[in-house]
Structure formats: C-alpha cells, structure tokens
Nanobody, 124 residues
Framework: QVQLIESGGGLVQAGGSLRLSCAAS????????MGWFRQAPGKEREFAAA????????SYADSVKGRFTITRDNAKNTVDLQMNSLRPEDTAVYYC?????????????????WGQGTQVTVSS
C-alpha cells in the first residue's frame, strides 16, 4: 500500500503561483510513476503531469506545459507540482496518484493509489 497526502492548495489570483506537495509513504517508490491529476466541478478527472521516480522523466498535459513543473525529492519522499501563471480554468481539486510502472502514465484509471485531493481556486 502507498499512502499519499497532498498539501499546498488555496486561493490565488490569475497570474499567480502555487506549489502543491504530495507526501508518499508505505513503499519504496523507485519503481513507481507519480502523477498529478485535477477535477473541476462537473468534469472528468484529467491528467496534469507525471514523473517517473527512477530517472525523473516527466510528461505534461498540453494545457499546463510551460507553466507547471513536477519534481520529486528522494530524501523527503515527496512529489511537488509548481504551478505558475495560473488561470481561472486551472481551478479544480488536484490529486496525487501512484502506480508501480516503468512507464510515465497519463490515464487516471491506470493509477492504483490516490490522495484525498487539495482544492486550487484561481480568481479572475
């Protein structure tokens, strides 16, 4: 089992920045891929970014590329999502997820472990 706890959400004005953090415990993550997903009201959960723990390879949704950066910290067992130039359409609950896989995965249904989510609200 992998336990995931997100933190760092909040309210920010358009153009501002937020940094989300996901603390992972329960397993050694060297064979895992970690993802950040988001879900706005009335919409399906969608991929934002993912990182392969072993080598730091990353993948981003087109909608966040160039604005969001995903990183991992081996010492702290955390995965962060730095979000810059935020837009009102980035408003959503953001979830951290984990999957034991050599691939950098983008589909929510492929992930096995999920955090409880953290709310991000971007005002215009």
């Amino acid at each position: 089992q992998v336990q995931l706890i997100e933190s760092g959400g909040g309210l920010v004005q358009a153009g501002g920045s937020l940094r989300l953090s996901c603390a992972a415990s329960g397993r050694t993550l060297s064979s895992y891929v970690m993802g950040w997903f988001r879900q706005a009201p009335g919409k399906e959960r969608e991929f934002a970014a993912a990182i392969r723990w072993s080598d730091g390879s990353t993948s981003y949704a087109d909608s966040v590329k160039g604005r969001f950066t995903i990183t991992r910290d081996n010492a702290k067992n955390t995965v962060d999502l730095q979000m810059n130039s935020l837009r009102p359409e980035d408003t959503a609950v953001y979830y951290c997820a984990a999957k034991s896989s050599p691939l950098v995965l983008r589909r929510p249904s492929w992930y096995d472990y999920w955090g409880q989510g953290t709310q991000v609200t971007v005002s215009s």
